[in-house]
C-alpha cells in the first residue's frame, strides 16, 4: 500500500494534533497545528487516506522533517 | 473663570460628529473586527478625543496666540501636541519603531535564498506607480498634491506604517492623518485585498507550484553580520535611509548577536510597545474636523488602494518572470508576500499555497519577500527623502 509521509516543515512548536491513528482523513484534512513566528499554521494532509501513524503530540517542539503522519492510501 | 463652565457641546460642530463617526469605524474595525488593533484603537480613540472641541489636547501656539489644532512650525501646548511634535515631528517615534520591528525580524529565509531579495524590491514598483498617479492629479489640478505629496502617497503602497509616518512627516506633514490612516488600514487589509489580485495574476497551476519547504540551514554569523553589512551597503547607497534602515539593523543586531538578548526582548516588548501606544495616539489626535475631512483625503485612500495593489501586482510580476530563468521554478505568489506588511502578506501566500496544494508549506519561501520588502519600503522612502527632502 503507497504511504505518504507527511513532514514537519519549519521549526516550532505543536499546539495541537487533531488526529489518531486509524483515523480517515481527507485531502485538506488538518492533521495538526505548528506554532511558529508567533502564528497558528495548520498542517494538511496531502491525500486521502488512513493515518497509521502518528509521529508528534501536542506542546512538542519540532523541528523541520520530523515525522508528523503516516497516512497510507 | 468662564473655562470652567465652557461645554464642548458648544462648539460641536457636524463635521466633529462625521470624525466621532470615523473613529468608531476605527475602534470596531480593531476591536470587533480584529484588525490591527494595537494601532486601530489607539488611532480611532485619539479621533475621538481631538474631535470633542475645547480639550486642548492638541493646543498650539502660533505667533503668540493660542490656536486648538496642531499646527506644523507652532510651539506645541496640548499634552498630546507635546507627544505629536516631540514623537513624531522630531521623527523619534517611527525610528525607534523600526528598532523594535527589527528585533523581531529573522532574516534567516532571506539568507538562504537571496533571490528573494528582488521580490522584495519588485513590490516597490507600487510605490512609484502610485507616486506618478498621484504627481498626475497634481498637474491635473484635481488636487493640491505636488512632488512631496505624491511621495508621500506613493510610500503607502510599501504598506509600511512607521515608514509612511517618516516620509510623511518629512515630506508633506499636513498629510500625515490620511496616509497614516490609509497606511494601517490597508496593512490591516491585506487578506482582503491580495487574494483577488493574486489570483487574477495566476493560473491554478501556478498557484500549486510546489516550493521544498527545507531551506538551506543558516548559521549564526550569517544572521549577525546580515544586518553588519546590510546597513553599511545600503546606506551608504542610499543615505538618507539612515534613519530607518540604521535602527531597523541594530534592532536586528541585538536580537541575533547572542550577547544582547536582555535589550532585544524589551526592544520587541515593552519598547514597542510604548511607542506603539504614542504613535498610535498622536496620529488619531492629528486627525481633527478640518485636517482630515477635505477631498484630498479620500483621494488618498483611494490612491493608497490603488498603491498597494500595484505593489501587489509588481511582486507577482516580477515573481512569473524570475520563472522564466529559473530551473527550480518558485510559487510566484510569493511575490506578493514583497508588500512589506509583515507577517500578513506571508499569511496571506502561506495560506492560498495551502488551498491550492495542501502539501505546499509557502511561509518561510514568503517570509523572504516579505522582510526584503521592509528593507525595499525603507530604501524607497530613503530615495524620496533624498532627492525630495
Given at each position: ?49 488512513k ?5 508528534v ?6 523541528n523541520?522533517?520530523?515525522?508528523v ?5 | ?12 460642530t ?21 484588525m ?7 488611532i480611532?480613540?485619539?479621533v ?35 507627544v ?39 513590490a ?55 496616509t ?43 544572521k ?28 536586528n543586531?541585538?536580537?541575533e ?77 510569493i ?17 492560498m ?13 514568503a ?18 527623502m533624498g532627492?525630495?527632502?
Amino acid at each position: 500500500m503507497p504511504q505518504e509521509i507527511v513532514e514537519i516543515p519549519i521549526t516550532g512548536k505543536v499546539l495541537s494534533v487533531g488526529i489518531k491513528e486509524g483515523d480517515e482523513v481527507k485531502e485538506g484534512d488538518v492533521l495538526c497545528v505548528l506554532e511558529s513566528m508567533k502564528m497558528e499554521n495548520p498542517i494538511l494532509s496531502p491525500v486521502d487516506g488512513k493515518v497509521s501513524k502518528i509521529g508528534v503530540n501536542a506542546d512538542q517542539v519540532v523541528n523541520p522533517g520530523d515525522t508528523v503522519a503516516v497516512i497510507d492510501y | 473663570m468662564f473655562g470652567l463652565f465652557e461645554t464642548g457641546f458648544a462648539s460641536f460642530t457636524p463635521e466633529n460628529g462625521i470624525m466621532l463617526a470615523i473613529g468608531g469605524v476605527f475602534l470596531f474595525l480593531g476591536i470587533v473586527k480584529k484588525m490591527e488593533p494595537l494601532l486601530l484603537v489607539p488611532i480611532g480613540f485619539g479621533v475621538l478625543l481631538i474631535n470633542l472641541p475645547l480639550g486642548g489636547l492638541m493646543e498650539t501656539i502660533v505667533n503668540g496666540q493660542i490656536v486648538e489644532a496642531y499646527a506644523i512650525g507652532g510651539e506645541p501646548a496640548g499634552i498630546l501636541a507635546r507627544v505629536f511634535h516631540y514623537g513624531l515631528v522630531w521623527e523619534i517615534v517611527p525610528a525607534f519603531i523600526f528598532l523594535g520591528l527589527g528585533s523581531m525580524t529573522d532574516f534567516g529565509p532571506v539568507i538562504a535564498n537571496p533571490k528573494t531579495l528582488i521580490l522584495g524590491a519588485g513590490a516597490q514598483f507600487g510605490v512609484y506607480a502610485a507616486f506618478f498617479i498621484a504627481l498626475a492629479l497634481g498637474s491635473a489640478g484635481v488636487a493640491n498634491f505636488g512632488l512631496n505629496e505624491a511621495a508621500s502617497i506613493g510610500i503607502i503602497g510599501g504598506a509600511d506604517g512607521p515608514t509612511t509616518i517618516f516620509l510623511t512627516n518629512r515630506l508633506a506633514p499636513q498629510l500625515i492623518g490620511a496616509t497614516a490612516v490609509a497606511a494601517y488600514t490597508y496593512m490591516a487589509m491585506v487578506p482582503i485585498i491580495q487574494p483577488p489580485i493574486i489570483r487574477a495574476l495566476t493560473s491554478k497551476k501556478e498557484r500549486a507550484i510546489y516550493m521544498k519547504p527545507q531551506l538551506r540551514p543558516v548559521s549564526k554569523l550569517e544572521k549577525m553580520l546580515f544586518p553588519i553589512i546590510g546597513a553599511i551597503i545600503i546606506i551608504l547607497l542610499v543615505p538618507k535611509s539612515a534613519p530607518l534602515i540604521g535602527l531597523f539593523t541594530l534592532g536586528n543586531l541585538l536580537k541575533e548577536s547572542g550577547v544582547t538578548d536582555r535589550l532585544a526582548n524589551t526592544a520587541s516588548n515593552a519598547f514597542i510597545d510604548i511607542l506603539t501606544i504614542l504613535l498610535g495616539i498622536s496620529v488619531g489626535a492629528f486627525m481633527s474636523a478640518e485636517s482630515f475631512l477635505r477631498p484630498e483625503t479620500l483621494m488618498i485612500f483611494g490612491l493608497g488602494v490603488a498603491a498597494f495593489a500595484a505593489s501587489t501586482f509588481f511582486g507577482v510580476i516580477l515573481a512569473k518572470i524570475m520563472n522564466l530563468f529559473l530551473k527550480e521554478k518558485i510559487n510566484p505568489m510569493i511575490g506578493a508576500a514583497g508588500v512589506s506588511a509583515v507577517p500578513m502578506a506571508a499569511r496571506v501566500v502561506q495560506r492560498m499555497g495551502q488551498q491550492e496544494n495542501p502539501r505546499n508549506f509557502l511561509l518561510m519561501h514568503a517570509m523572504g519577500p516579505n522582510v526584503a520588502g521592509v528593507i525595499g519600503t525603507a530604501t524607497a522612502a530613503g530615495i524620496f527623502m533624498g532627492i525630495l527632502g
